[in-house]
């Protein structure tokens, strides 16, 4: 048990579409990163989120776009879907050591 | 761009005997290395971690071994057991503290 939980678990899109996705993190986490793992890769970094503003980037274009609140939880959102959007996305909290505890995820599939 | 690579894409061993899962990386700023273990539909599960500082870190049945010299790092399970079967990820994170993923090694270990 990560204490971090990700809704919804499964989602279906149809491209051009827009979708949310949220996750809830354990209290006293101020740090939320957000990973995408395709088929058969390792987890890519999108971006992080320090008390609510973004200090880091991967290599993802605009339409990744996240929100933090205060209360723990966060967003990512993603514009304008693309059929090689079609992942598994991950949220992950850290707290005060380098230890990041994730979630189980959200598969998306892009029709 | 392969920063770290798990150049194994499966192993198998047998129940209680050693897992030796190996990682190599690229990147001089990485300070600071984790193993994570992922079964099918979860997130994946911190295992161990260890600083560059440090060339061992020993926790129970698993022990991670890191040569800077060589950029590489190890993971040991002894002894192996059949709920070690999982895909096995080596992240490395910067001074920004954004994890980049291998690609994992499917463990498989036989009864």
């Known amino acids: 048990e990560t204490g971090v939980t990700q809704s919804p678990t499964h989602l279906i899109k149809t491209r051009g579409q827009q979708v949310t996705l949220r996750c809830s993190s354990q209290?006293?986490?101020?740090?939320v990163s957000w990973y995408q793992q395709a088929l058969g890769q390792g987890p890519q970094f999108i971006f992080q989120?320090?008390?609510?503003?973004?200090?880091g980037r991967g290599n993802f274009p605009p339409r990744f776009s996240g929100l933090q609140f205060p209360n723990y939880s966060s967003e990512l959102n993603v514009n304008a879907l693309e059929l090689d959007d079609s992942a598994l996305y991950l949220c992950?909290?850290?707290?005060?050591?380098?230890?990041?505890?994730f979630g189980s995820g959200t598969q998306l599939s892009v029709l | 761009d392969q920063q770290v690579k798990q150049n194994s894409p499966s192993l198998s061993v047998q129940e209680g005997r050693i897992s030796i899962l190996n990682c190599d990386y690229t990147?001089?700023?990485?300070?600071?290395f984790l193993w994570y273990k992922k079964y099918p539909a979860e997130g994946p599960t911190f295992l161990i971690s260890i600083s560059s500082i440090k060339d061992k870190n020993e926790d129970g049945r698993f022990t991670v071994f890191l040569n800077k010299s060589a950029k590489h790092l190890s993971l040991h399970i002894v002894p192996s057991q059949p709920g070690d079967s999982a895909v096995y990820f080596c992240a490395a994170s910067d001074p920004g503290s954004r994890l980049t993923f291998g690609e994992g090694t499917q463990l498989t270990v036989n009864p």
């Open positions: 992950a909290s850290r707290g005060q050591d380098e230890k990041l505890f």
């Open positions: 209290s006293g986490h101020n740090t």
């Open positions: 990147n001089s700023m990485f300070d600071y």
């Open positions: 989120y320090y008390r609510e503003e973004e200090n």
